[in-house]
């Protein structure tokens, strides 16, 4: 049966990307869950990421344009929801607007969104710290916010509080708690807290001995899972971070090589017994002037030999374009606006590579609202209920005012012309609203409708046209002009 065994043949293999072949025998990818991966890589994932940011120029390129696009200027914008309420509908709701607690809610929300009320430490405004997160979320691979309810130094008694994820330590691991990865568990596998490694100032580092918990509901664990079996995200650098790495140092490389060619012009030879008569150095290294055009008289028995420069090399560009390329292939930029690179570029491809890179942006944004935004706005509106920081609102109203959407930064199409014609037509076929275009515009229509009323006013005031139309000059009728003509 040994024998048998051992001339038995091996199953065919389906994928010829599964055969073990001489070329993809160093291609060894081990199995496991989606965190066995990670428990060992993250932190050296997460520091290596951090160094790119430091002194990669195109790394920073990519925080900023996640920044730049996915929270923009002025952050996530809410626009409050709330209904009337009608004891005679059901669940003593009315589906129509109340108009006043919107804007109530929302002039309360765009109070505390501001610098010194919004986070704990008071250096934050929410727009800033919304970068802050979406940056260090795909640097790091994930962050930590904590809700803090009661919080006693602005009238809202509430704020948030982050943690870089570096608290959370991967390799914290109790069996019989039921705590995986600094994060404890219930018998579904659903957060219940998490053990955060503490640190006695803002200097320290976190000390891996001790642990504070905190419990689920007042945490959010921002990441973005690429497995169902995943504790843990990891830098979004990731599969680009040995790209980066190895372009960086050529380009190094090839700066330092044409700059020690240009500052090399060549190399005096001394033949024979002829002796050099010129001017040295304390070392005795030959010293030569250098000026554009300028040739000089050696003496007998000497040989000059020129250097013919070679660097930058002649294949730099396209090679940096390549590797470019690759990266932008495995993070959420596109090749044109990483390397900030228009040339030779046409309105047509341009046009498709914005509109795709932008579908990406909305997903992000999609995602950041669900984990972060949401969830903040919710805690902090319980809060101003129940601490009447909201005139004519209590924590009663709750179930009828908490409901909101959110709309992330939006963006200009390179004809705007265009855009406001499309809209008109979408208006007149009744596939859209001005409401519905302001919003995707990150307008509140409301405040539109009410700068154009005071806008008016103040021009009818002032005996001026509010006409939108083109007047003629001095305001005077245009010439009747004959049939003929």
């Known amino acids: 049966?040994?024998?048998?065994?051992?001339?038995?043949?091996?199953?065919?293999?389906?994928?010829?990307?599964?055969?073990?072949?001489?070329?993809?025998?160093?291609?060894?990818?081990?199995?496991?869950?989606?965190?066995?991966?990670?428990?060992?890589?993250?932190?050296?994932?997460?520091?290596?990421?951090?160094?790119?940011?430091?002194?990669?120029?195109?790394?920073?390129?990519?925080?900023?344009?996640?920044?730049?696009?996915?929270?923009?200027?002025?952050?996530?914008?809410?626009?409050?929801?709330?209904?009337?309420?009608?004891?005679?509908?059901?669940?003593?709701?009315?589906?129509?607007?109340?108009?006043?607690?919107?804007?109530?809610?929302?002039?309360?929300?765009?109070?505390?969104?501001?610098?010194?009320k919004f986070d704990v430490t008071r250096q934050f405004s929410r727009p800033e710290f919304e970068r802050l997160v979406i940056r260090s979320v795909a640097r790091d691979g994930g962050f930590l916010v904590r809700s803090v309810d009661g919080f006693p130094n602005n009238?809202?008694?509430?704020?948030?509080?982050?943690?870089?994820?570096?608290a959370l330590n991967p390799r914290f691991t109790d069996n019989k708690r039921r705590i995986h990865m600094g994060i404890e568990h219930d018998e579904w596998d659903s957060p219940i807290a998490y053990h955060l490694e503490t640190k006695s100032s803002k200097d320290n580092s976190y000390s891996r001995s001790e642990t504070e918990r905190f419990p689920a509901e007042e945490m959010l664990h921002l990441f973005m899972s690429k497995r169902l079996t995943q504790s843990h995200g990891f830098s979004w650098l990731a599969p680009v971070m040995t790209r980066l790495r190895h372009?960086?140092?050529?380009?190094?490389?090839?700066?330092?090589?044409?700059?020690?060619?240009?500052?090399?012009q060549g190399f005096i030879e001394i033949e024979g017994d002829a002796q050099y008569t010129g001017d040295e150095d304390e070392n005795g290294n030959v010293i030569m002037g250098s000026a554009?055009?300028?040739?000089?008289?050696?003496?007998?028995?000497?040989?000059?030999?020129?250097?013919?420069?070679?660097?930058?090399?002649?294949?730099?560009?396209?090679f940096r374009k390549a590797i470019l390329r690759g990266v932008?292939?495995?993070?959420?930029?596109?090749?044109?606006?990483?390397?900030?690179?228009?040339?030779?570029?046409?309105?047509?491809?341009?046009?498709?590579?914005?509109?795709?890179?932008?579908?990406?942006?909305?997903?992000?944004?999609?995602?950041f609202i669900d984990e972060f935004e949401?969830?903040?706005?919710?805690?902090?509106?319980?809060m101003a209920l129940t601490t009447g920081q909201i005139e004519g609102l209590s924590l009663r109203d709750l179930s009828r005012v908490c409901h909101a959407e959110f709309s992330g930064r939006t963006w200009n199409w390179v004809d705007p012309l265009k855009d406001i014609q499309a809209a008109r037509e979408e208006i007149a076929l009744n596939l859209n609203s001005r409401q519905g275009i302001a919003r995707d515009k990150g307008k509140d229509f409301a405040k539109i409708?009410?700068?154009?009323?005071?806008?008016?006013?103040?021009?009818?005031?002032?005996?001026?046209n509010t006409s939108t139309e083109k007047q003629p000059k001095n305001n005077q009728p245009e010439p009747a002009q004959d049939a003929d003509d």
């Open 1 to 116: 049966m040994a024998l048998f065994n051992l001339f038995k043949k091996k199953s065919a293999r389906s994928f010829d990307a599964a055969k073990g072949t001489r070329y993809t025998a160093d291609w060894v990818a081990r199995r496991g869950t989606g965190d066995s991966h990670l428990k060992t890589d993250i932190v050296s994932l997460r520091e290596r990421a951090r160094d790119l940011e430091r002194n990669e120029g195109y790394a920073e390129s990519l925080f900023i344009e996640l920044e730049s696009n996915i929270i923009g200027e002025k952050g996530i914008q809410l626009k409050p929801m709330a209904m009337k309420s009608d004891m005679r509908a059901a669940g003593g709701i009315a589906p129509k607007l109340d108009v006043s607690a919107c804007e109530k809610i929302a002039q309360a929300w765009s109070d505390y969104s501001k610098k010194g």
């Open 449 to 464: 409708v009410e700068q154009n009323k005071s806008d008016n006013e103040m021009l009818e005031k002032a005996g001026l």
């Open 155 to 166: 009238d809202y008694r509430h704020a948030v509080q982050g943690w870089e994820i570096d």
């Open 292 to 318: 554009p055009g300028e040739w000089e008289r050696l003496p007998a028995g000497a040989k000059a030999h020129l250097i013919d420069p070679t660097h930058p090399n002649g294949n730099y560009p396209d």
């Open 247 to 264: 372009l960086g140092k050529y380009e190094e490389s090839e700066v330092i090589a044409a700059r020690v060619q240009s500052n090399k």
């Open 328 to 367: 932008c292939a495995g993070i959420y930029v596109n090749y044109n606006t990483l390397a900030k690179d228009l040339e030779g570029v046409s309105y047509s491809s341009i046009r498709q590579g914005v509109l795709s890179e932008r579908d990406i942006w909305r997903v992000i944004q999609s995602w």
């Open 374 to 382: 949401a969830p903040t706005y919710e805690r902090w509106l319980k």
